[in-house]
Nanobody, 122 residues
Framework: QVQLVESGGGLVQAGGSLRLSCAAS????????MAWFRQAPGKEREFVAA????????YYASSVKGRFTISRDNAKNSVYLQMNSLKPEDTAVYYC???????????????WGQGTQVTVSS
């Protein structure tokens, strides 16, 4: 089992920045892909960004490309999401996810965190 705990959410004005963190514990090992998803009220959960074990393969949703940056620190078993130029439509609960092997842009991840709320005011 892998446990994921997100942190760093909060309230920010449009145009501002936030950095989300996700700490993994438990049966962490090499070759785990990590990802961020989000779910806004009344909407389905959607893919935001994903990264492979080495950081050499990264995917972004078109809605966040150029504004968000995913990164990871394997020594700390952590993945991060730097969010810049935030918009009110970025308001959602953000979830961290993990799966063995390669990253995917679908919800096919084995492990999920509890989520952290991000609210962007206009």
């Amino acid at each position: 089992q892998v446990q994921l705990v997100e942190s760093g959410g909060g309230l920010v004005q449009a145009g501002g920045s936030l950095r989300l963190s996700c700490a993994a514990s438990g049966r962490t090992s090499s070759n785990y892909a990590m990802a961020w998803f989000r779910q806004a009220p009344g909407k389905e959960r959607e893919f935001v960004a994903a990264i492979n074990w080495t950081g050499g393969v990264i995917y972004y949703a078109s809605s966040v490309k150029g504004r968000f940056t995913i990164s990871r620190d394997n020594a700390k078993n952590s993945v991060y999401l730097q969010m810049n130029s935030l918009k009110p439509e970025d308001t959602a609960v953000y979830y961290c996810a993990a799966r063995p092997s390669v990253p995917v842009t679908t919800s096919g991840y084995n492990y999920w965190g509890q989520g952290t709320q991000v609210t962007v005011s206009s």
